[in-house]
C-alpha cells in the first residue's frame, strides 16, 4: 500500500518524459472532449422531451418516468464508475473514453427498439454503463493538459456538453418524434457516438507517455483506493461541495424529465398557438414536442451553456483573489434561483414561462467548474480520476438516481390529492371515462407536477448552507 503523504517520484519522472503540448493540441483536445461530453448530455437527455410520448404510449405513471429516466440509470453509472476511474489511474485514458462512447451511444439506439417499460428500463441501464467511463477519465485528462491557473474555466468548458447536449437533445429529439416518433429520436441520437469515439481513440494522447519504466513507475506509486478514500474522508471541503453539488444534480435532474411535460400538461393551447406563430413567422411547422423541445432549447439550453462559462469565468478571476470565491458563487446563485423558478412555473402565459426559465438555467449551472476544479485541485496528482469518480458517485447518486424519482413521486402523490374531491385515483385515469373525468384527470396532472416543481427548488436551502460552510475550509486544503 502506497502511502498518501508519499512525494510521487515515479509520476514526476513519467511527466518529465512526457512531450509538452502545443496550445493547438490542448485547444483541440478540449473542444473534442466537450463533444465527447455533449453526446454523453444528448443520448442521457433526449428522454426527457420524448418522456411524455413515452408517457403515453407504454402508459406509464410519473414515478415510472422517474425510474426510467434516474434510477435505472444512475444505480450502474454511479457504481461502475469508481473501478473505472481506478483503471484511468494506470491505464490508457483516451482508449477508456472511446470504448465508453461507443457502448452508450450503442445501447441509446437500443432505447428505440424497446415496446414496454422494462426493456426501456434495461437499455437505460447499457446507457448509465457506457457513460460510467467518461467523465472520471475526462477530467483526469483535462488537469493533466491545463495549467492550474486556468482549470475551473477548462472544466467549465467540458462542462458546456451538459447544457449544450440537453440543448440539442431537446430541439432534435422533438422535431424528430414529432415527425417519425420518439422511436426514430433515439436512433438518430446514438447513431454519431461510434465516429466520434473512434476520433478520440486514434488522436487524444495519453500525456502518462508509454514506455514500459514510466507504465512501471506509475504503477508502483499508484495509490491505494482505500487510502485514497482516507485522504478525502480528511478533506472537509470534498465532502461539503460534493454533497451541495448532489443537491443542485437532485433539483436539476429531477427537473429534467418533467419540464417539457409541465408544459403539454399546464400550457396546451399555448403550445399550439406558438407552434402556429413559428409556422408564420418561419416556415416551420412543429409539433407539440418540437415547439416545446425548441423553447426550451433556445433558451434553457442557450443560457445554460453561457452559466456553465460564466462559473468557470467567475470562479478563476475572483479565485485569483481569493479561493472562497469557488463556494460563494455557487452559493448565492443557489439561493436567488428559487424566487425565479417558482414564478417562472406559476405564470399563466407560456412565452413568460419559457423566457424566465433561461435565469434558472444560467444560475443552475454556474456551480459546474468551481465544484470540478475545487476537486481536482484538493488532491495530488494520482488521484485525480478517482476524486472525480468519487463525487460523481455522490452527485450522480443522489442526484441523477432520486431526483427524477422524487419528483415523479410526488407529483403523483400531489396529483391523487388534487383528484380526492372527485372520488378518483390516477389509476382510474385513461380507463375510457367520461369526458368531465378526463378533463379532471388532467387538471390533477398538470397541477400535481407543477407544486412538485416548486416544492423540489426548497432543496437550494440545503445547498446554498453547504457551499457557504466550505468558504471556511477551502484555501487551507487547496494542494495542486
Known amino acids: 500500500m502506497t502511502d498518501a503523504s508519499a512525494p510521487a517520484e515515479g509520476l514526476v519522472a513519467e511527466e518529465a518524459e512526457t ?26 437527455q433526449i428522454v426527457n422531451i420524448l418522456a411524455e410520448d413515452i408517457k403515453k404510449d407504454l402508459h406509464l405513471a410519473d414515478w415510472q418516468l422517474g425510474m426510467m429516466t434516474g434510477l435505472a440509470f444512475a444505480l450502474f453509472y454511479t457504481v461502475l464508475g ?27 439506439v437500443l432505447c428505440g427498439f424497446a415496446t414496454n417499460f422494462w426493456q426501456l428500463v434495461l437499455a437505460r441501464i447499457g446507457v448509465g ?43 432534435m429529439g422533438g422535431m424528430i418524434a414529432d415527425a417519425y416518433g420518439w422511436q426514430t429520436a433515439f436512433w438518430v441520437a446514438g447513431a454519431p457516438g461510434v465516429i466520434i ?19 512501471a513507475a506509475r504503477k508502483a506509486n499508484q495509490i491505494d483506493f482505500k487510502v485514497a478514500l482516507k485522504v478525502l474522508a480528511n478533506k472537509k471541503t470534498f465532502w461539503l461541495i460534493a454533497f451541495a453539488a448532489a443537491i443542485k444534480a437532485f ?53 445554460g451553456i453561457f452559466g456553465v462559462w460564466l462559473g468557470g469565468f467567475i470562479a478563476d478571476r475572483l479565485g485569483a483573489k481569493d479561493l472562497r470565491a469557488y463556494v460563494i458563487v455557487p452559493a448565492i446563485a443557489s439561493l436567488v434561483v428559487i424566487p425565479i423558478y417558482i414564478t417562472a412555473v406559476m405564470i399563466g402565459d407560456a412565452r413568460v414561462a419559457f423566457l424566465l426559465l433561461a435565469l434558472p438555467a444560467i ?18 496528482p494520482r488521484m485525480r480520476a478517482t476524486t472525480a469518480a468519487v463525487l460523481l458517485f455522490i452527485i450522480n447518486l443522489v442526484g441523477l438516481g432520486l431526483g427524477p424519482l422524487f419528483v415523479g413521486i410526488l407529483s403523483d ?6 383528484l380526492g374531491a372527485t372520488g378518483l385515483t390516477l389509476a382510474d385515469c385513461g ?31 440545503v445547498a446554498f448552507a453547504l457551499f457557504w460552510l466550505a468558504r471556511k475550509t477551502i484555501r487551507e486544503e487547496m494542494v495542486s
Open 251 to 303: 433539483i436539476g435532474y429531477g427537473h429534467a424529465p418533467f419540464t417539457a411535460s409541465f408544459f403539454f400538461r399546464n400550457h396546451a393551447d399555448q403550445i399550439t398557438e406558438l407552434a402556429a406563430t413559428i409556422k408564420v413567422l418561419t416556415g416551420l411547422s412543429l409539433g407539440p414536442a418540437g415547439t416545446v423541445g425548441i423553447g426550451l432549447s433556445a433558451v434553457s439550453g442557450i443560457a
Open 197 to 215: 469515439g473512434l476520433l478520440c481513440f486514434f488522436t487524444l494522447i495519453e500525456t502518462r507517455g508509454k514506455l514500459v519504466a514510466q507504465v
Open 129 to 171: 454503463i457506457g457513460e460510467a467511463g467518461c467523465t472520471p477519465a475526462a477530467h483526469s485528462l483535462i488537469t493533466d493538459y491545463t495549467p492550474k491557473e486556468k482549470r475551473a474555466s477548462a472544466i467549465a468548458f467540458y462542462s458546456i456538453g451538459t447544457p449544450l447536449g440537453s440543448l440539442i437533445g431537446l430541439a
Open 363 to 380: 444560475l443552475g449551472s454556474l456551480w459546474y467548474g468551481p465544484v470540478y476544479a475545487t476537486a481536482q485541485s484538493i488532491v495530488e
Open 431 to 461: 380507463k375510457g371515462m367520461l369526458a368531465v373525468n378526463k378533463g379532471a384527470c388532467a387538471v390533477a396532472e398538470a397541477e400535481g407536477l407543477r407544486w412538485a416543481l416548486v416544492w423540489s427548488m426548497a432543496f437550494n436551502f
Open 19 to 44: 512531450p509538452p503540448l502545443s496550445a493547438g493540441y490542448r485547444t483541440y483536445a478540449l473542444w473534442l472532449l466537450m463533444l465527447v461530453y455533449t453526446l454523453n448530455f444528448l443520448d442521457r
Open 413 to 418: 402523490l400531489l396529483a391523487n390529492n388534487f
Open 82 to 108: 469508481l473501478p473505472i476511474a481506478r483503471l484511468a489511474e494506470r491505464s490508457n485514458r483516451p482508449k477508456i473514453i472511446a470504448g465508453s462512447i461507443i457502448l452508450w451511444s450503442g445501447f441509446t
